[in-house]
């Protein structure tokens, strides 16, 4: 039975290397968002280690958590609903936020909800925009890579999904190549600048008339290329132009430029097969990339169809979008019991 309004959810989420908390209200929106980031845990690694986002999680998750509410300026008491990631994610950190939503949610009788994580991003732009239905919905980010027509709240298809790397996680290991830091992303975003993104090795193109996404052999592709011109050794896994700045900027360049025609690509077929949408989102880590979204916002203006992006606090993993769907499951009287598991 769906829930009357006025509504509080609290969001927690998990997922993968942050630990985040935030507060939604059904007729205030946003009203607080709190997140611990762990990229300097991981960052000598080169990439997310499970166990150790797991541990951090279990320290940070209650101090976050109690912020959260802090700066909403509430209680415990006040809350209705506890929402949480329960898939998809590291199992480790998706249990850490998952058992204390709901011994939280237990303690104080309140209601639970489990959120997917991919939901919660392709809804995040409505956090600050009020975008007509139908739209269509690109998600990019470390873990995956998906398009979505987005029927209503809690109402979507979707029409294209990774088949092996995501976005993100191409830029992170093309990054690894050139021991570039981690996170890949920004780092290759700075370095394409310097060069004015400019296309200078053309590496190829998805030429599957699909909505699919496949970033494996792109990925390969730069790294036969690496290695064709004397940059990588394959036999000792090292990047062998040392400080070649101007070699890793037209990499970079080339990469990026790369991964914004596939972007566009895939929005003009879905155009074909669905030209009554009357929008286009972005979301994602990758969102926060500056040079995609201004091509993509290019992109939709040529087709004559309002372009929205959320800000960069929406785009990465946070908490404020599984609370924003937590709200509207809850109105729709989709509650979890406490029998509530991971990727279920």
């Not at 004015?196 to 970033?215: C, E, G, Q, V």
């Not at 036969?224 to 004397?230: G, P, Q, S």
């Not at 360049?253 to 972007?263: E, M, N, T, Y």
Request: with cysteine; charged share 20%; hydrophobic share 40%.
């Amino acid at each position: 039975m769906a829930m009357k309004l006025p509504i509080v959810t609290l969001g927690i989420e998990t997922s993968c290397d942050e630990t985040a908390a935030a507060i939604y209200h059904s007729e205030r929106g946003l009203i607080s968002s709190t997140l611990y980031s762990q990229i300097d845990l991981h960052k000598n690694f080169g990439g997310v280690v499970p166990e150790l986002a797991s541990r951090s999680q279990l320290e940070k998750i209650s101090p976050i958590v109690y912020e959260a509410i802090q700066r909403a300026q509430i209680t415990l008491d006040d809350i209705d609903v506890v929402a949480v990631t329960n898939k998809p994610g590291l199992p480790g950190s998706l249990l850490v936020g998952i058992c204390f939503a709901k011994a939280l949610a237990w303690s104080k009788n309140k209601k639970l909800i489990g959120i997917n994580h991919l939901e919660g991003h392709a809804f995040s732009a409505c956090i600050e925009y009020d975008i007509p239905f139908p739209y269509l919905c690109l998600t990019a980010s470390g873990g995956h890579t998906s398009l979505y027509l987005i029927k209503n709240f809690g109402d979507y298809q979707v029409l294209g999904e990774t088949q092996d790397d995501a976005a993100g996680e191409a830029f992170d290991k093309i990054a690894k190549l050139m021991n570039l830091p981690y996170p890949g992303g920004p780092v290759i975003e700075r370095l394409a600048r310097e060069v004015d993104f400019k296309d200078f090795y053309y590496y190829p193109r998805s030429r599957h008339k699909t909505l699919d996404f496949s970033f494996s052999g792109l990925k390969t592709a730069v790294l036969y290329d690496l290695v064709k011109k004397n940059a990588y050794s394959l036999s000792t896994k090292t990047f062998l132009q040392g400080e070649n700045e101007q070699f890793k900027k037209e990499v970079a360049s080339s990469l990026l430029v790369c991964i914004a025609d596939i972007f566009e690509q895939k929005l003009g077929l879905a155009l074909q097969a669905y030209p009554y949408v009357k929008a286009i989102t972005f979301v994602g880590g990758v969102a926060c990339n500056k040079y995609i979204v201004e091509r993509l916002r290019v992109f939709s203006v040529a087709h004559a169809i309002p372009f929205f992006h959320p800000s960069r606090d929406y785009c990465t993993d946070n908490a404020a979008m599984i609370a924003f769907v937590g709200n509207y499951k809850a109105q729709q009287g989709l509650f979890a019991d406490f029998t509530l598991d991971i990727n279920e």
